[in-house]
């Protein structure tokens, strides 16, 4: 029977090293999938035997990167983007952009660029929508003043037109900016050149730096010029009631 109790003895022995054993193994693999603060922890302890040594980490600065011929220049005023042109040179009165950083500078640079597009648009629908002949006002004019038009074009046609414009400020959203998540807001892509959607369907872009530089200034000029004019016809109609040429007495329209 001494025999016996041994033998259950061992067993009972060697049945609780092998779970001992099975616990170290599973205990081991879940600190190989656990956080870090382990390693941060032994790391701690292993500079404690260390001299005491800070090390400056520098700031991660990306690789500097060319588009369109342009390269960002921190010591320029809007990073070096085009835009500045005699006599005045760089223009800022207002300080908008004094101290910005190179997504400021770019985030700007694309609302001026879209504004402008919209506004040069704009000029010309009050010429042309004032004085054209239409299937809604006839071939009499000029008729009713272009603030008064948009009020007048029936919801069938409003509904669509609108739809189209969110789909195209949809678009331009997904080529240019960053998708808001993470709290990354109203920031563009870094490799993304401000009003370059790549929509050039007459191939009008310059494949040189120093000639796509040029145009796009001519374009910030024009634009800068269109928010001024379409702002000055809104004011105008809303004064006198009248529209841009009548007012003005060209091509034989009289202003009375």
């Known amino acids: 029977s001494q025999f016996l109790t041994d033998i259950l003895t061992l067993s009972h022995l060697t049945y609780t090293m092998m779970k001992l054993t099975i616990l170290a193994a599973v205990a081991g693999s879940a600190a190989a999938f656990s956080p ?3 390693i941060g922890a032994s790391s701690t302890a292993l500079r404690m035997s260390e001299p005491d040594t800070e090390v400056e980490q520098s700031p991660f600065v990306p690789d500097s990167f ?22 005045l040179g760089f223009f800022d009165p207002l300080g908008f952009s004094k101290g910005a950083d190179l997504s400021k500078a770019k985030r700007l640079r694309e609302a001026e660029v879209m504004h402008g597009r919209v506004s ?5 629908g009050y010429l042309i929508g004032e004085n054209t002949p239409t299937i809604t006002y006839g071939f009499d004019f000029p008729h009713t003043i272009a603030n008064n038009q948009l009020p007048e074009v029936p919801v069938a046609v409003l509904l ?3 739809l189209a414009i969110n ?13 808001p998540v993470g709290g990354k807001l109203f920031t563009l892509r870094e490799l993304y050149y401000p009003g370059d959607l790549g ?3 007459l191939e009008l872009k310059p494949k040189d730096a ?6 796009q200034t001519k374009e910030l000029n024009n634009g800068r010029l269109a928010m001024l004019a379409a702002a000055g016809m809104c004011a105008q109609e ?11 007495g060209v091509l034989g329209i009289s202003t009375q």
């Open 66 to 87: 060319v588009l369109n011929g342009w390269s960002a220049d921190a010591a320029l005023p809007m990073h070096g983007l085009p835009g500045a042109v005699a006599p």
């Open 238 to 248: 809303l004064v006198d009631g009248q529209g841009i040429l009548e007012h003005l």
């Open 120 to 124: 040069m648009m704009a000029v010309v």
């Open 36 to 38: 870090s603060a382990s």
């Open 210 to 215: 120093a000639e796509y530089a040029k145009m």
């Open 167 to 179: 789909f195209a400020e949809a678009l331009r959203a997904s080529v240019g900016w960053v998708e």
């Open 199 to 201: 929509f050039d369907p």
């Open 160 to 162: 669509p037109f609108f």
